[in-house]
């Protein structure tokens, strides 16, 4: 799909693909037959740069046509270049601009409480975005409230759009922070796949108080020449490229 449409994204993309796979396999209660079902979870990925694996994700799952992927981030395509709605079934929001997603997640959640839905909001953040302000207002925000339908994922994979997480706005001690911030926090390895189900399944981790799973990931992953590598932020791999990358992930044995 990156390669076809010359698009950007695809090492976050990568990080998060064991995530995604196992949150729509295993947790996320959802109906591709009813995407509107009132009582479904809610997903909001707040990282809609990396729009390319949540539509590849919402196609496998069912929500649209496989068909459909040919025309990711084509002119007058649905499927835009970041996570954008109300066009595609499964998508709650449109994202991309950094900072919001976890606030309207806590919208979602606070309003599932006061309506006694067992609905829950699950999104997945960027590190990088946790460089923005308003993204910590959500943070205390949701804890206050008592939020313990809300479930934040961090695709703490330590590279942004311009360096090193370390290098732009250090984060560390990360789960720390979120701890102090009363959230009941888990890390794990984010390709793990038995991790991830654990951490889907354990959820919430403490009665009365939001969750987060830290998941440490790799920017590229299963890629050798893309992980860890900055480029990929924005890179799309040329015609040899997506020849060795597909050779290296297997794609179609």
């Known amino acids: 799909m990156v390669h076809r449409a010359n698009a950007s994204h695809i090492g976050g993309c990568l990080s998060i693909a064991d995530l995604l796979a196992v949150l729509y396999a295993s947790a996320l209660r959802v109906d591709p037959d009813r995407p509107d079902w009132p009582d479904r979870d809610r997903f909001v990925q707040s990282k ?39 066009h595609l079934p499964g998508v709650e929001v449109s994202t991309g601009s950094l900072g919001h997603g976890l606030s309207i997640a806590c919208g979602m959640a606070l309003a599932a409480k006061r309506d006694k839905r067992a609905v829950r909001a699950f999104v997945l953040l960027s590190d990088g975005e946790l460089d923005e302000g308003s993204t910590w207002e959500a943070i205390l925000f949701a804890a206050h409230h008592h939020l313990d339908n809300l479930v934040a994922i961090v695709d703490y994979n330590k590279i942004q759009s311009f360096g090193t997480v370390a290098e732009v706005l250090d984060l560390t001690p990360l789960a720390e922070k979120w701890h102090a911030f009363h959230w009941a926090v888990r890390e794990i390895d984010g390709h793990h796949l038995e991790a991830i189900a654990d951490a889907f399944a354990a959820v919430p981790f403490e009665p009365g108080r939001p969750s987060v799973i830290v998941a440490h990931t790799v920017k590229g992953k299963g890629v050798s020449f893309m992980e860890g590598d900055l480029a990929w932020h924005y890179k799309a791999p040329d015609a040899a490229q997506l020849a060795r990358a597909l050779a290296e992930i297997g794609a179609g044995e």
């Open 48 to 86: 809609g740069h990396a729009a390319a694996i949540l539509y590849a994700v919402l196609a496998e799952r069912g929500f649209f046509p496989l068909s459909s992927l040919d025309d990711y981030c084509r002119d007058g395509s649905v499927l835009c270049g970041h996570v954008t709605s109300p």
